[in-house]
């Protein structure tokens, strides 16, 4: 499932699909992406690249004719593969940098960038 807060810059995406279930936070205000992996207990973060990543206001259109269409070619597909290096915890500085949404979805668990 999608959310999308025009109001606060925020896009919410919600994956349930067993061991691959995440839970992701595109901050458009603060211009990074957070994904919580349920499955490993970890948070990805990683600054969000105007050319891969669609604007804001693109986002609800591209799940429109993703929803709608059973096969829909779009140039702005994005996958993302993460490579664990080195984790960290975040702590109050981190949280006053990456903004009080992406504190949430991660606060506690190891993050990697």
Known sequence: TMTIHNEKHIVEVHVRSGVYSS????????????????????????????????????IGRLAFERKTMKKVYSPNNVWVQFQSGHSMFGNFKDWLFYGRPIEQLCAGLPLYQ
């Open 23 to 58: 839970d992701t936070i595109f901050d458009y205000s603060r211009g990074y992406i957070a994904t919580r992996l349920l499955s490993q207990k970890a948070c990805f973060i990683m600054k969000i690249n105007k050319d891969d990543i669609p604007e804001l206001h693109e």
